[in-house]
Nanobody, 123 residues
Framework: VQLQASGGGLVQAGGSLRLSCVVS????????MGWFRQAPGKEREFVAG????????YYRDSVKGRFTISRDNAKNTVYLLMNILKPEDTAVYYC?????????????????WGKGTLVTVSS
């Protein structure tokens, strides 16, 4: 099983990035997907999740209205579009796959993790 995240980089505050995570080795359309992040010196935190059909996205409060999670089951890919980025969004972003109705927001039920992609937002 592989979850390959990409799309991170350096962006100025107010800018945008789109992360992608291509999944292989599992029945993608049977897994809920999510994005987590971990900033330097901080705990990992849930960012966004999406159900198997893509009809129900959900977000942590601090990114609502700025981030959009989506998935393309034909391409085995989950996306995270990040707009109006802030310096506090700086972190390594990880995609996650879980066999369940929703992604575990603490990450304890996640079955598979990607390796992460670094997002740096400068002020």
């Amino acid at each position: 099983v592989q979850l390959q995240a990409s799309g991170g980089g350096l962006v100025q505050a107010g800018g945008s990035l789109r992360l992608s995570c291509v999944v292989s080795g599992l029945p993608f359309s049977s897994y809920v997907m999510g994005w987590f992040r971990q900033a330097p010196g901080k705990e990992r935190e849930f960012v966004a999740g999406i159900n198997v059909s893509g009809s129900r996205p959900y977000y942590r409060d601090s990114v609502k209205g700025r981030f959009t999670i989506s998935r393309d089951n034909a391409k085995n890919t989950v996306y995270l579009l990040m707009n109006i980025l802030k310096p506090e969004d700086t972190a390594v972003y990880y995609c996650a796959a879980e066999k369940g109705p929703v992604i575990s927001t603490y990450g304890y039920g996640v079955d598979y993790w990607g390796k992460g992609t670094l997002v740096t937002v400068s002020s």
